[in-house]
């Protein structure tokens, strides 16, 4: 069977639920990968089976909802929930050549 490719917007969808679900949505075979498409960051799904249905990538951007507030309690006691919030990373300085 043939392996189609296509893109998925990344906006609202955690990477690690992408990753973990996509085999229940796409099929056994399918694999995703971080993907910028466009200058948008999203996934590449390469699968042999059905593309992600409208209701399917509403499903992941629930889950991924779910599993980032989980993520920001996990990382604090307090009552606020704040999801996404600013994490530091080293800064590589680019150098023209």
């Not at 189609?4 to 990968?33: K, L, W």
């Not at 996990?74 to 150098?95: A, C, S, Y």
Request: with cysteine.
């Amino acid at each position: 069977m043939a392996q189609n490719s296509y893109f998925v917007p990344g906006f609202g969808i955690s990477r690690t639920v992408i990753q973990n679900e996509i085999r229940y949505h796409c099929g056994p075979d399918a694999i995703v990968r971080p993907y910028t498409h466009q200058g948008r960051d999203g996934f590449l799904v390469t699968t042999a089976g059905p593309a992600l249905t409208k209701a399917q990538i509403q499903d992941l951007k629930d889950a991924s909802r779910e599993y980032e507030e989980k993520q920001a309690q996990r990382g604090d006691d307090t009552t606020e929930l704040f999801v996404n919030k600013p994490v530091p990373v080293g800064q590589k300085i680019r150098r023209s050549g």
